[in-house]
DNA sequence: AACTAACCGAGACGGTACGTCCGGTCTTATT
DNA sequence: AATAAGACCGGACGTACCGTCTCGGTTAGTT
């Protein structure tokens, strides 16, 4: 695991082991720059002056700052809890699901950190690797459980196109976001997803 | 109009006027270098050298490579076509509308300038207005006068909600084109399309 | 006359005649500028700016900055009255001519302009051509007048080596301002007036 | 000592040291463009292009460009032999002081270095210093120590005024250096000195 | 306990680009 | 024709970061 470290996987178990304390405050002041700047404010040098620890360090663990910034963005997001237990109707749990995640994105590190980090996914591979891997899979697989378990109590078609919906329903979020910077309130969530129910029944 | 620019509207008609072939000029090596290289290739000092315009100039004409790069991106969109006529129904007229615009998306170029330039939307209140005045507005304004047809026509719902519809048709492309990475193909818009559609009618 | 001004001798009387007022405003944003940040601060632009003249209308009118504070250094020398007219002895004479001249190199923009313009003088030809023929060669006649009246009544040799005399009086003078840094201080011009005379007698 | 430059007397050993090469690379170039085109020809940018040492790697080391010329300049200096042992009388003593001083200035490099150096003089406080601690204060000890022996071997005055004396033979050979472009010759250094002597004696 | 490989902090270094200042030149309309 | 205004080219400035490279000094785990 721990995409986006340089690591090996199996350890050579020879000299110093690296310092877990290292690692955390690295992420911590990067996470604080994150915050107070945006990704855009983020560079290699702040973050070693702010968390004491060498610039050479940072390279030894992260290959560029945006992997840093990935780093920073899974700490948060492997927090959040998976998806409640569901014992409501399809559409409360999707309601309930995508709350959560716009409460994310509405706050300052996270949005900013996603909104940073889009333009560097098309030029830099592993970046975006990690990214889909490691954030939006995430997503993708909670999603397609909510709906699957929605065709198998029958509350949505059995043909339903389940990739389409969740494009349906991530794609305008992010569009919200990233794109026409129009606000991202539960009462949007509750019109998307009656939307894309009326599609999906 | 003429938005990014620093000129003045009614020019005071003072001094040396602004050469037109100077702006030409920084357009042309603008879209080349973006097209060689991407948004992260591009810098002020690459254009200056491949137009053979002083560095200076570019900043009396643009306040940063973000406007200029948008100022590129303006000059192409607006060479594009209207939507057509539209003689057929909604979902022929949709499909024949967004198709162009994928087709760009999917341009070396045009991708890659929309792609470079979100996340700065984020930091640049300046280049988010003149990017969805001028670029997002017209498909916006396309969409909208699409649907108000189709409900006129009696295809689609008179009570629709016509800016969910929208984010509904837009959301799911800009997504793939920026986060998830899925292929933009037409099969791609008759699925989505029809979906919508579903809804809508 | 008029030597770094670039205006022909007989002007071809045709359109607009230069205006007089405009030369003096530049002269005395000049000298302001001078004052207060020294040669170092002195820019042409700075000059059109603060002056309200034209920059190509400064151009027109001196080659360089160089030229200009020149000028600027010659409106205050040319007020300077001439040597006294002499009844006492020849000590007294030239104890009362290099008072008022250390006076003028002390004050700030006098002392800040001759410093400004020494390095300029062995790149520029010109510039140095009227320094010397419109500054120095002032003071070396005036002291040539003053040494050659004390021959003539016999408070001085008549052998004596006047060109060397002047460079032993102005050179210390000009070796404190310049190098050394040590103060311009009466006291200092009686020791060296003493000095001299004591060889010159 | 080594004023100018940045570095600590004590280095504290810590992180990569210096190169030795990166500095002589420097003033090596420095040296050859000051004699190619002279103070107003040194850029820190011409520096870095003819050294192929980066640029930053210069402002690591000095604060200006002035100070590099400075330190282009010690090095030239402290090549310079100390008085010769003195056997013979003060005035000869002087002379073969002097002598071996206004060929330095004569010579391309080194006047032109002293000149450019000037004016920066009373901007920069730190340059100054330098310059006076470290180039003049050379001279005057030298002188001193030359007229002190000349006071203990009675061919001078036991009360004479020695700082006086180095204003009356450094003064007018700067003077003529800097100001009236009056040539420095042998011939000339012969009569400063022996008019010197005259009021010394 | 000594060895030794890796970690780590510090800082030199070569680079790229930034955005700005200023120098000069030119072009236009106005006076 | 002189002037004001301002576009334009060009050179250099000093700075910010980048990513790499030595250094010296820890700090484990073998041997």
Redesign the pocket.
Same mark, same amino acid.
Request: avoid cysteine; hydrophobic fraction near 40%; glycine fraction near 8%.
């Given at each position: 695991m721990e995409t986006g470290r340089v690591?090996h996987e199996t350890? !050579? =178990?020879? /000299?110093? !082991? !690296? #310092?877990?304390? %290292? /690692?955390h405050?690295l992420l911590k002041a990067t996470r604080e720059i994150l915050a107070l700047k945006g990704v855009h /404010?983020? %560079?290699?040098?702040?973050?070693?002056a702010r968390? /004491?620890?060498? &610039? %050479? %360090?940072?390279? =030894?663990?992260w #290959?560029? &700052?945006e992997d840093l910034a990935l780093a920073a963005l899974l700490e948060m997001t492997q927090q959040e809890p998976p998806p409640t237990g569901q014992q409501g109707s399809t559409r409360t749990a999707l309601i309930a699901y995508l709350g959560p995640l716009i409460e994310n994105l509405n706050s300052k590190v996270y949005g900013r950190v996603v909104r940073g980090l889009i333009s560097d996914l098309a030029v830099d591979r592993e970046l975006a690797r990690g990214f889909r891997e490691r954030v939006l899979a995430r997503r993708v697989t909670d999603l397609q459980g909510l709906l699957q378990r929605g065709i198998e109590r029958r509350q949505l078609r059995a043909d339903l196109d389940t990739e389409l919906v969740i494009d349906l329903l991530l794609g305008p979020i992010y569009y919200r976001l990233l794109m026409s910077g129009e606000p991202l309130t539960p009462a949007f969530i509750n019109r998307l997803v009656r939307a894309v129910m009326a599609y999906a029944r």
């Amino acid at each position: 695991m721990e995409t986006g470290r340089v690591f090996h996987e199996t350890p !050579p =178990r020879l /000299g110093r !082991p !690296p #310092r877990a304390a %290292t /690692g955390h405050a690295l992420l911590k002041a990067t996470r604080e720059i994150l915050a107070l700047k945006g990704v855009h /404010g983020l %560079t290699v040098e702040g973050v070693a002056a702010r968390s /004491g620890v060498a &610039k %050479t %360090t940072i390279y =030894r663990r992260w #290959r560029s &700052k945006e992997d840093l910034a990935l780093a920073a963005l899974l700490e948060m997001t492997q927090q959040e809890p998976p998806p409640t237990g569901q014992q409501g109707s399809t559409r409360t749990a999707l309601i309930a699901y995508l709350g959560p995640l716009i409460e994310n994105l509405n706050s300052k590190v996270y949005g900013r950190v996603v909104r940073g980090l889009i333009s560097d996914l098309a030029v830099d591979r592993e970046l975006a690797r990690g990214f889909r891997e490691r954030v939006l899979a995430r997503r993708v697989t909670d999603l397609q459980g909510l709906l699957q378990r929605g065709i198998e109590r029958r509350q949505l078609r059995a043909d339903l196109d389940t990739e389409l919906v969740i494009d349906l329903l991530l794609g305008p979020i992010y569009y919200r976001l990233l794109m026409s910077g129009e606000p991202l309130t539960p009462a949007f969530i509750n019109r998307l997803v009656r939307a894309v129910m009326a599609y999906a029944r």
